[in-house]
């Protein structure tokens, strides 16, 4: 069973830089051929791709977002990140790190973490 667990601060500065950490366990980030994706959720809004990272290593990130974004992982901890940098209250969110094909389906989920931009 393949499980995923979002960590990082729950409340942020604007103009600060988000950075979260998606730590998966039952299963390692560099097998084939899934997608660790980084998706969020903002108050009353739909579900927002933001990016991913493959099994290879290659990113692809959502072009609203690629100014602002990165992601990256560490094979030998299990784990991807999210960077998300300048911002705004507008990037208050539920953050969801998820495994699957690029663009969905996903089958696996993390609770999810909620993040709140503001002085």
């Known amino acids: 069973q393949v499980q995923l667990q979002e960590s990082g601060p729950g409340l942020v500065n604007p103009s600060q830089t988000l950075s979260l950490t998606c730590t998966v366990s039952?299963?390692?980030?560099?097998?084939?051929?899934?997608?660790w994706n980084w998706i969020r959720q903002s108050p009353g809004k739909g579900l927002e791709w933001m990016g991913a990272?493959?099994?290879?290593?290659?990113?692809h990130i959502s072009p609203s977002l690629k100014r602002r974004t990165s992601i990256r992982r560490d094979t030998s901890k299990n784990q991807y990140t999210l960077q998300l940098t300048s911002v705004t209250p507008e990037d208050t969110a539920v953050y969801y790190c998820?495994?699957?094909?690029?663009?969905?389906?996903?089958?696996?989920w993390g609770q999810g973490t909620q993040v709140t931009v503001s002085s």
């Open positions: 039952g299963g390692s980030i560099e097998t084939n051929y899934y997608y």
């Open positions: 990272i493959a099994y290879s290593g290659t990113t």
């Open positions: 998820s495994r699957g094909n690029l663009y969905g389906p996903y089958d696996y």
